[in-house]
């Protein structure tokens, strides 16, 4: 992915903060939990000037591509082409990732929360959409370990339960890719716990960074927020992936 200023003028001219920390929202419930505001986690649009290179895109060797600013630039001065990823964004700490994740679901669910800012509550994140329909736990791990993520999750469910004002029942899983399939995989551990009656009314959802990614660059389009991410006891991963391909146009070997 290339991101490019538009116009180099407006961006030395701009007085907003909005390119490298977004206004705060606080949920006065769930711990009075604050959105997330990142916008740039490495910091490298926080350099006045800016670096450039040629034709006025940002320098791949500190932009890490995770296209947070596009989005929240008030001048729209700011444009992006294509969908890979920098061989930087390998190189983060767990801190920058799961702001980045609840950044990218701040942007499509309206409110997202980045849990581990400061170490006080156990879950990654929470998110929730405005009409208050659809929330849920989240729980970050770029390098992949689903079956310790769907561990949390349990944790979460139990630990919180009767302490937040409502009981959550949904949990999502962020990671750099989606699980293989085997006969002891993240997938066969969420099946069976749809099957035990303490845990039947909870839902496990699967997405990666790259997919939040690109909802989070269409979020004004997203039409069923509840579908956005894999749910192995509904469908299979193929058929999810033709699915979202299918509802978002985006290529479904990139998602």
């Given at each position: 992915?290339k991101?490019?200023?538009?116009?180099?003028?407006?961006?030395?001219?701009?007085?907003?903060i909005?390119?490298?920390?977004?206004?705060?929202?606080?949920?006065?419930?769930?711990?009075?939990?604050?959105?997330?505001?990142?916008?740039?986690?490495?910091?490298?649009?926080?350099?006045?000037?800016?670096?450039?290179v040629e034709?006025?895109y940002?320098?791949?060797?500190?932009?890490?591509?995770?296209?947070?600013?596009?989005?929240?630039?008030?001048?729209d001065?700011?444009?992006y082409?294509d969908?890979?990823?920098n061989?930087?964004?390998?190189?983060?700490?767990?801190?920058?990732?799961?702001?980045i994740?609840?950044s990218?679901?701040?942007k499509i669910?309206?409110?997202?929360?980045?849990?581990?800012?400061?170490g006080?509550?156990?879950?990654?994140?929470?998110f929730?959409?405005p009409?208050?329909?659809?929330?849920?736990?989240?729980?970050?791990d770029?390098?992949?370990?689903?079956?310790?993520?769907?561990?949390?999750?349990?944790?979460?469910?139990?630990t919180?339960?009767?302490?937040?004002s409502?009981?959550v029942?949904y949990?999502?899983?962020?990671?750099?890719?989606?699980?293989?399939?085997?006969s002891?995989?993240?997938?066969?551990?969420i099946?069976?716990?749809k099957?035990f009656?303490?845990?039947?009314?909870?839902?496990?959802?699967?997405?990666?960074?790259?997919?939040?990614?690109?909802?989070?660059?269409?979020?004004?389009?997203?039409?069923?927020?509840k579908?956005?991410f894999?749910?192995?006891?509904?469908?299979?991963?193929?058929?999810?992936?033709?699915?979202?391909a299918?509802?978002?146009?985006?290529d479904?070997?990139?998602?």
């Amino acid at each position: 992915m290339k991101i490019r200023i538009i116009d180099r003028s407006k961006c030395e001219e701009c007085t907003s903060i909005l390119c490298t920390f977004k206004r705060e929202t606080i949920l006065p419930n769930y711990y009075s939990l604050r959105s997330e505001s990142t916008v740039c986690p490495v910091g490298y649009l926080n350099q006045k000037p800016i670096t450039l290179v040629e034709d006025n895109y940002l320098d791949t060797s500190k932009c890490i591509n995770c296209c947070l600013c596009v989005g929240d630039c008030i001048m729209d001065n700011l444009t992006y082409e294509d969908y890979e990823y920098n061989a930087v964004f390998d190189n983060l700490s767990g801190l920058q990732y799961n702001a980045i994740a609840l950044s990218y679901l701040h942007k499509i669910f309206g409110f997202a929360a980045n849990t581990n800012r400061n170490g006080s509550i156990d879950f990654d994140g929470y998110f929730q959409l405005p009409s208050k329909n659809f929330e849920g736990f989240v729980e970050v791990d770029y390098y992949n370990d689903s079956l310790e993520s769907c561990r949390r999750l349990l944790g979460d469910f139990l630990t919180y339960r009767g302490q937040l004002s409502e009981e959550v029942n949904y949990g999502l899983i962020v990671l750099k890719d989606f699980p293989s399939e085997t006969s002891r995989d993240v997938y066969y551990l969420i099946k069976r716990i749809k099957e035990f009656p303490k845990t039947c009314n909870k839902e496990i959802g699967i997405t990666t960074f790259s997919l939040l990614r690109k909802l989070a660059l269409i979020s004004q389009n997203i039409i069923a927020p509840k579908e956005l991410f894999f749910d192995p006891t509904k469908e299979t991963l193929s058929d999810y992936k033709h699915r979202i391909a299918a509802t978002y146009d985006i290529d479904d070997n990139l998602i």
